[in-house]
């Protein structure tokens, strides 16, 4: 598993051996409020959620979920990852942090250094992004990263309608 490293982070394809990491970001205030309750609750389903919905994808495309390791400490700080969801056309650049590292540009940071690896080294055409209408902090990265509003979509078995953006290279 190849690792993406930028001036301050490293982006680590997520393992079981973050099981840890992963339940407290799925659990944080802003993940529940924007991206919703996964609900899990220990670090056996931490583990699981890992091995059902993030290594298939690895293994079928190359790519997934990749943990944010800052380079200072070794601290792990969230996730930036490409998504292959259902109800969507494209490969989807997702985003989370953990409260005490957001606004920090970590989020711009390593989001700009997957893009560039979405781009060059995974071939990607387009990369599609979805938010929350009421996430303006996700939107405002989504646009400074380069990606333009595109539609409103509903994905499958869910109610809220969320904005879709994309970017080409």
Not at 24 to 51: C, H, M, Q, T
Request: proline share 4%; hydrophobic share 40%; aromatic share 10%.
């Amino acid at each position: 598993m190849s690792s993406i490293a930028t001036e301050r982070l490293v982006l680590k394809p997520t393992t079981v051996e973050d099981a840890a990491f992963i339940l407290e970001l799925l659990n944080s205030p802003k993940w529940l409020e924007f991206i919703g309750d996964r609900n899990v609750k220990s670090i056996a389903e931490a583990e699981a959620y890992i091995k059902e919905r993030m290594l298939p994808q690895f293994e079928r495309l190359g790519f997934t979920n990749n943990v944010v390791i800052r380079k200072a400490d070794g601290k792990k700080i969230g996730a930036c990852g490409l998504y292959d969801r259902d109800g969507l056309e494209g490969i989807d650049i997702g985003f989370a942090f953990l409260p005490g590292f957001e606004g920090q540009g970590y989020g711009y940071e390593s989001a700009s250094a997957l893009l560039q690896t979405a781009f060059k080294d995974y071939k990607l055409n387009r990369v599609i992004a979805i938010t929350s209408k009421h996430n303006m902090p996700s939107q405002n990265l989504l646009i400074k990263l380069g990606l333009n509003f595109e539609s409103m979509i509903t994905l499958p078995y869910e109610n809220e309608e969320l904005m879709l953006f994309s970017i080409e290279n």
